[in-house]
């Protein structure tokens, strides 16, 4: 099993940036890709980004790409989200997650998740 902890959610302005990070520890030899979600109140949990083990490969959900950027650690067991220009649409909770796989999931297949940071943009 991976166990992953975020990190780096806050209070910012809008227009501001944030970077979250994601440790992961447990049984971080195999390969395994990691991603972000994010659940707002009163909303359903949405994909935000992926990227696979290598970190060679990464996907964004369409209306946050270009804002947002994850990549993964030299070590490979931290992942990151970078957001800029946030929006207080972009308020929620973030989640970070992970499944063993040596390719890049493009949807929810993910069996480990984080206890979620939050991130709230005032306007």
């Known amino acids: 099993q991976v166990q992953l902890v975020e990190s780096g959610g806050g209070l910012v302005q809008a227009g501001g940036s944030l970077r979250l990070s994601c440790a992961a520890s447990?049984?971080?030899?195999?390969?395994?890709?990691m991603g972000w979600f994010r659940q707002a109140p009163g909303k359903e949990r949405e994909f935000v980004a992926a990227?696979?083990?290598?970190?060679?490969?990464?996907y964004y959900a369409d209306a946050l790409e270009g804002r947002f950027t994850i990549s993964r650690g030299n070590a490979k067991n931290t992942a990151y989200l970078q957001m800029d220009s946030l929006k207080p649409e972009d308020t929620a909770v973030y989640y970070c997650?992970?499944?063993?796989?040596?390719?890049?999931?493009?949807?929810?297949?993910?069996?480990?998740w984080g206890q979620g940071t939050q991130v709230t943009v005032s306007s």
């Open positions: 997650a992970a499944v063993y796989t040596d390719y890049l999931p493009l949807g929810n297949e993910y069996d480990y």
């Open positions: 990227i696979n083990w290598s970190g060679s490969s990464t």
């Open positions: 447990g049984r971080t030899s195999s390969s395994y890709a």
